[in-house]
T-cell receptor, first 113, second 113 residues
Framework: EAGVAQSPRYKIIEKRQSVAFWCNPI?????LYWYQQILGQGPKLLIQ????????DSQLPKDRFSAERLKGVDSTLKIQPAKLEDSAVYLC???????????FGPGTRLLVL | GNSVTQMEGPVTLSEEAFLTINCTYT??????LFWYVQYPGEGLQLLLK?????DKGSNKGFEATYRKETTSFHLEKGSVQVSDSAVYFC????????????FGRGTSLIVHP
């Protein structure tokens, strides 16, 4: 079974630029999560989708971050404009249901200069 | 809000030593509890889980028991190996409609031969 795919794996941008991350979850998984993991900390949930609907985005900085999940499968997370404090690893995870085990992708490491 | 507190790391042990990593939580509702592990250069993966009080999750020689009375889910292993060196994350997902995942900061384990 293929795992959660993410791209790119690494990205370096300057502040005020925009960036987008892509995630392809495990086939059949209805729930998709985006997390931000700052060095030395645990993953912080940014947004959670159930199929193609948002079920929680309370910790998403909506003035600069946006996310969508088209057709309930792939998802993209965008930052525009980026700030220095956005430097982190962005993790995508998926699960069969909302209280089930999450399967994580390898993450995208973002550095904002 | 919900929170997960883990003991500070790094935890440094010799091979075959006994391991305990403490995890306590606060949560509304009745959460499911998880331990995830992140090996060097890899993504997070589930180690074990428990979904109700007094349940014991176990995998690869690791164990954790869901203690509702002390709101704890401590991770233990009787004899660690060098290959267990990784970062361990305690996490919960609440129930009752919100299903919001919350992770601890992670505890780094270093096992010496």
């Amino acid at each position: 079974e293929a795992g959660v795919a993410q791209s790119p794996r690494y990205k370096i941008i300057e502040k005020r630029q925009s960036v987008a991350f892509w995630c392809n979850p495990i086939s059949g998984h209805a729930t998709l999560y985006w997390y931000q993991q700052i060095l030395g900390q645990g993953p912080k949930l940014l947004i959670q989708f159930q199929n193609n609907g948002v079920v929680d985005d309370s910790q998403l900085p909506k003035d600069r971050f946006s996310a969508e999940r088209l057709k309930g499968v792939d998802s993209t997370l965008k930052i525009q404009p980026a700030k220095l404090e956005d430097s982190a690893v962005y993790l995508c995870a998926s699960s069969f249901g909302r209280q089930e085990t999450q399967y994580f992708g390898p993450g995208t490491r973002l550095l904002v200069l | 809000g919900n929170s997960v507190t883990q003991m500070e790391g790094p935890v440094t042990l010799s091979e075959e030593a006994f391991l305990t990593i403490n995890c306590t939580y606060t949560a509304t509702g009745y959460p499911s509890l998880f331990w995830y592990v992140q090996y060097p250069g890899e993504g997070l993966q589930l180690l074990l889980k428990a979904t109700k009080a007094d349940d014991k999750g176990s995998n690869k020689g690791f164990e954790a028991t869901y203690r509702k009375e002390t709101t704890s889910f401590h991770l233990e292993k009787g004899s660690v190996q060098v290959s267990d060196s990784a970062v361990y994350f305690c996490a919960l997902i609440t129930s009752g409609g919100s299903y919001i995942p919350t992770f601890g900061r992670g505890t780094s384990l270093i096992v010496h031969p």
